[in-house]
């Protein structure tokens, strides 16, 4: 596809009504069609293993139907019982349509059965897989030429992945001071000094043991191989918006829960930069080694950004004046692609008033204002961190399973890289791009697919990762849940069996997650909001047994005091909500809306969809102000209450 051909985005999904079926089909059609020609003209010679009589048998006929049957099977209990992502009526978890290149890439390499743990199994498949994560690599300005990625089955990978490296590396200067021709290379530090090196330094030291022809001996004195004592290597500090995957890592990598370093987040949810520096400074002052800092790049339950620009300042400045450093790694697992709408098409990165302009333009919701300077200046600043958590599976609109990573510096793959009997090439020392390398060397997982590499491989060269490919479709999400967020902010009284209902946003989204609230005007405990907000979620949401159904399907989410310290508190103070009882309490319930849909695409479509969510948010509240809870399964669905169009089919139509 050339450079300079744009996408169209209604071309590169199957739509919420199958608008583009007949062109999808062909596209399945042609991959099948390949597929069995590739079969039948190797070695064509070769005779047919089975026959026209054998294939019109009785037996051999008994076993085709059964195999439709079981399929048929399949099918009746996907559709009754799956959400419909596809449609604008669910707006809930990072989870939505997803582009017909990658369904049919995934179903096309899926028959080729490829296994990209090693590249006698995937000749082809494992170069698409280094070729998606130099596309990552580059999307959030990292340079190819020392920079690697890769595709995971998802962000628990990705961060375990993160964290494995960031441990090794912590501990080769320990290694070093241990090992008797390696120790001169250290000689002078302390132990403090030598668990306070930066990634750079550390990496230039592995280089100087190569050159000695030591560094294996001494690599199996690091975390690696000697292993480390809980707390040897410090601390690793995380916000308290963390993915729990962070927690299960400490757990699988040896660290120890008791390791982490939580730091509260602000009114935005994000990392308080005070506290973080307050953190950092007293464990300097402990002489406490820091492992590493994580900040999120879209927090799962409110879509925040840490400000990463000011956590790399902090860092610089620790390194300036106390002689201290850390690596730091980037939690983009959901809010990573968001980076390619900032990136022109020549790749780079534009300044915030130039990205506002061409979002802007190619936004449903003119006057857009995504993104805000602090969360620009933290995109920006991704390519400073020493690795990123990416997945395609969220935003990029890839089916599952397919997550990312990407580290900065390709040296540190030295540090974790293992070699079999039957892995016959190291990609440690062998880090050329050009040909096939062994994966399984390198990374956590074994066998894995390259299905799921074809696919994100093929989404990227159709939409490039710059603001005229992949960033069309995301100026529609981030200009929805802008538009979304306004309408939130504004949105009428509800009035319901003499009581009166308000709906409010959180908070101003970061990226294209709203969270928002209802509250009952004549009780505003924090108690009662929780109970109308769970009430909502259980109307909107598969918990009825009505997803089909409803006219409106979203998810929830919970901010809980042992996860935020009091920060729920805050927030639900500014909503009107009183929060005498928070002790009591201690969770604040919220409605959790992931904007990912690209249907809405123009202010009059936008506006009757806004009509409808208001009639079916009004019938909803009068059911909970009757007391009529839904009791209804996916077996005995009824049709939700009556709005102003019929709920069966999609907003406005």
């Known amino acids: 596809m050339s450079e300079q051909t744009n996408p169209i985005v209604e071309a590169l999904f199957l739509g919420p009504k199958a608008e583009n079926r007949d062109d999808f089909r062909s596209m399945v059609a042609d991959a099948l069609d390949e597929h069995m020609f590739w079969r039948r003209d190797y070695f064509p010679a070769d005779p047919a293993e089975v026959g026209a009589a054998e294939r019109a048998a009785a037996p051999y006929r008994a076993t085709i139907e059964a195999t439709e049957q079981v399929l048929h099977e399949l099918s009746a209990r996907l559709k009754d019982q799956s959400v419909p992502w596809f449609s604008p009526r669910y707006l809930g978890h990072m989870t939505a349509d997803t582009l017909m290149v990658a369904n049919a890439a995934y179903i096309m390499t899926m028959l080729y059965n490829t296994n990209n743990v090693a590249s006698e199994a995937s000749p082809a498949t494992t170069l698409l897989e280094l070729e998606a994560g130099a596309d990552l690599a580059r999307m959030f300005g990292y340079d190819t030429r020392r920079s690697w990625g890769h595709i995971t089955s998802g962000g628990h ?110 009114e935005h949810c994000r ?196 603001v005229d490919g992949f960033g069309r479709v995301i100026a529609r999400c981030v200009g929805v849940a802008d538009w979304f967020y306004q309408k939130l902010s504004h949105a009428p009284e509800f009035r319901a069996e003499g009581r009166r209902f308000t709906v409010r946003p959180i908070m101003a989204p970061d990226t294209n997650m709203v969270d928002f609230t209802f509250l009952d005007l004549a009780d505003r405990s924090l108690a009662a909001h929780n109970r109308l907000n769970e009430q909502m979620y259980g109307i909107s949401s598969y918990v009825s047994g009505r997803t089909y159904a409803h006219g409106f399907n979203t998810s929830q989410t919970r901010l809980t005091r042992s996860a935020y310290g009091d920060t729920p508190r805050r927030l639900a103070a ?80």
């Open 157 to 266: 990978t990705a961060n375990y992945e993160g964290l494995w490296v960031a441990r090794n590396l912590k501990s080769v200067p320990l290694a070093m001071a241990a090992h008797p021709r390696a120790k001169e290379l250290v000689a002078g530090l302390d132990r403090h000094q030598l668990l306070s090196l930066g990634v750079g330094a550390i990496l230039d030291l592995t280089d100087d043991l190569k050159r000695r022809g030591i560094f294996t001996e001494v690599r199996a004195l690091t975390a690696r191989g000697a292993g480390a004592e809980p707390g040897e290597l410090g601390k690793l500090i995380v916000p308290r918006s963390r993915h729990y995957s962070w927690d299960k890592a400490a757990d699988v990598l040896g660290l120890g829960q008791d390791n982490l370093s939580p730091v509260d987040v602000d």
């Open 271 to 466: 990392m308080d930069m005070s506290a973080l520096t307050k953190t950092v400074e007293g464990l300097i002052a402990a002489k406490t080694p820091i492992l590493a800092v994580m900040g999120v790049v879209g927090s799962t339950e409110e879509g925040a950004v840490d400000p990463l620009h000011e956590v790399v300042e902090l860092r610089r400045r620790c390194e300036e004046r106390h002689g201290v450093s850390f690596y730091i790694h980037a939690d983009a697992a959901f809010g990573g692609y968001l980076a390619a709408a900032l990136r022109d098409q020549a790749g780079a990165f534009m300044d915030l008033p130039q990205a506002r302009q061409r979002l802007d333009g190619l936004s449903p919701h003119p006057g857009a204002t995504w993104p805000k300077p602090e969360v620009h200046a933290a995109f920006k600043a991704l390519a400073e961190v020493d690795s990123i958590t990416a997945d395609p599976h969220k935003m990029g609109f890839v089916p599952y399973a397919a997550g990312g990573v990407v580290m900065r510096d390709r040296r540190i793959l030295d540090l974790i890289s293992y070699e079999a009997t039957y892995l016959v090439q190291s990609f440690a020392k062998d880090p050329d791009w050009s040909r096939p390398v062994e994966l399984g060397s390198v990374i956590i997982e074994g066998s894995k697919s390259g299905a799921a590499a074809a696919a994100v491989w093929s989404a990227h060269r159709l939409a490039p990762l710059n």
């Open 574 to 653: 500014a909503r009107g909500i009183d929060t005498g009882d928070w002790d009591a309490v201690g969770q604040l319930a919220l409605l959790r809306s992931t904007v990912m849909t690209t249907a809405l695409d123009g202010p009059d479509r936008l506006e009757q969809y806004w009509q409808e969510l208001l009639s079916i948010w009004q019938a909803d509240l009068t059911q909970i102000a009757r007391g009529e809870l839904l009791r209804q399964t996916t077996s005995d669905a009824v049709a939700p209450p009556a709005v102003a169009t019929p709920a069966a089919a999609p907003p406005g139509q």
